[in-house]
């Protein structure tokens, strides 16, 4: 019998270099033999979305169509949330409730989801779920950098058939690379649109320069008003606007790899659950293929859902950014809170802020990319990233 190759291979051992230096996303894929993939598989060594769509979806995306150049091949968008909201999720709990229902139906036999370790509510722990518990028990993002991919090795020695993997761009990247090496029948994957991870202590430094107790943060996001809305312990709501972020301070807080990141949209997932396309309070469900549908289908019947919608001009607001995120302006709060409330009033909303969102992102890591990395420029930048900020002019510099 011959032993696959990558059985031969042996885990990074800990605090060793990883082969995308800097750049390394701390997916997990290295603490495992499939390391052995990696110079194709990570996302930091070798950017394939398009071979990898054409593989995920039957197709790469239409650059000339305006959805699918921003947010990936697709079948079908939409806005929505759970009737009956799980408690303590982070939204209404979809992604958790798509899971259940995968594993109680018995469509998959295990979940790669993320809980947190018992000391440490951010401090990321992936597990292979095979109850409904240990899924609910992962509910709440973790906004921290997370080796998810780090128990693939136990996916291959459980016998695992049939896996559901819950994860963010890079993760969902060198997962699609080696999922032929699995020993799969089926796979299914969820993705969440991610931006802007860090280090846990890059998490510490954020919380204490942005939110008023640091200590009782149980989850926050960037959201469509504008502002940052931090929960806390005892139910209560901080609003901080984007405007008045410490940015001098915070500029070097976020990963290389989030800053040299453009998949955003995390197009090569079946099915994305998010908010960034959706209106104030539901959440952006895009389908991408049949499997997605079929993932969606299961939990239908839970949700309320309706149209996207797209309103508002992001561009000024953009080239705006692009400048004062440069040359790390921070405004006055009251100047910063002002400025939030006229923007959540006339400003982009629907998709048109998801578009806004992405393009902020993806001019500063061109910057970035083309500041610390020139020589990866070229073939690290995709395609229609390069297209999306060819419609901005950017520092000479």
């Not at 790390?328 to 100047?335: F, N, Q, R, Y």
């Not at 969102?357 to 990319?369: A, G, P």
């Amino acid at each position: 019998m011959t032993i696959a190759a990558h059985k031969k291979a042996k885990a990074l051992k800990p605090n060793s270099p990883k082969p995308a230096k800097e750049l390394c996303s701390e997916c997990g894929l290295c603490d495992t033999y499939y390391i052995h993939y990696v110079k194709d598989a990570c996302a930091f060594l070798n950017q394939q979305m398009a071979e990898l769509e054409n593989s995920a979806h039957q197709r790469s995306r239409n650059l000339d169509d305006d959805n699918e150049l921003y947010f990936g091949v697709h079948q079908d968008m939409m806005a929505a949330r759970k009737k009956q909201p799980i408690e303590g999720a982070q939204w209404t709990g979809i992604v958790s409730t798509i899971a259940c229902e995968m594993l109680t139906r018995g469509l998959v036999e295990g979940v790669v989801c993320v809980q947190n370790s018992k000391e440490d509510r951010f401090q990321p722990v992936p597990i292979i779920a095979t109850t409904t518990d240990e899924i609910l028990a992962a509910k709440v993002n973790k906004p921290t950098l997370s080796p998810n991919l780090s128990v693939l090795e136990q996916i291959e020695k459980s016998g695992l058939k049939k896996l559901l993997v819950i994860g963010v761009g890079c993760q969902i990247q060198a997962l699609r690379a080696v999922q032929d090496q699995l020993g799969l029948e089926k796979l299914y994957v969820l993705g969440t649109p991610c931006v802007d991870n860090v280090s846990r202590e890059g998490l510490k430094k954020f919380l204490e320069t942005t939110s008023r107790s640091p200590e009782t943060v149980v989850h926050y996001e960037f959201m469509q008003d504008f502002r940052i809305h931090f929960k806390h312990e005892d139910g209560s709501i901080e609003k901080v606007p984007f405007f008045g972020l410490k940015t001098n301070v915070l500029k070097d807080v976020f990963a290389p790899s989030c800053m040299s990141c453009f998949d955003y949209t995390n197009g090569l997932a079946d099915l994305v659950v998010g908010y960034m396309g959706a209106t104030f309070g539901w959440q952006w469900i895009v389908v991408r293929n049949e499997t997605g549908q079929e993932m969606l289908d299961l939990v239908k019947d839970k949700l309320d859902t309706q149209p996207v919608i797209s309103k508002g001009n992001r561009k000024e607001a953009v080239q705006q950014g692009i400048t004062a995120y440069d040359q790390a302006v921070t405004l006055p709060m009251w100047v910063a809170k002002l400025m939030g409330l006229v923007i959540d009033k006339i400003g982009p909303q629907g998709l048109e802020y998801a578009r806004f969102t992405i393009d902020s992102h993806f001019t500063r890591n061109y910057l970035y990319v083309k500041r610390n990395h020139p020589e990866k420029l070229e073939n690290h930048v995709p395609e229609f990233a390069k297209k999306i900020v060819s419609q901005y002019k950017l520092p000479n510099n």
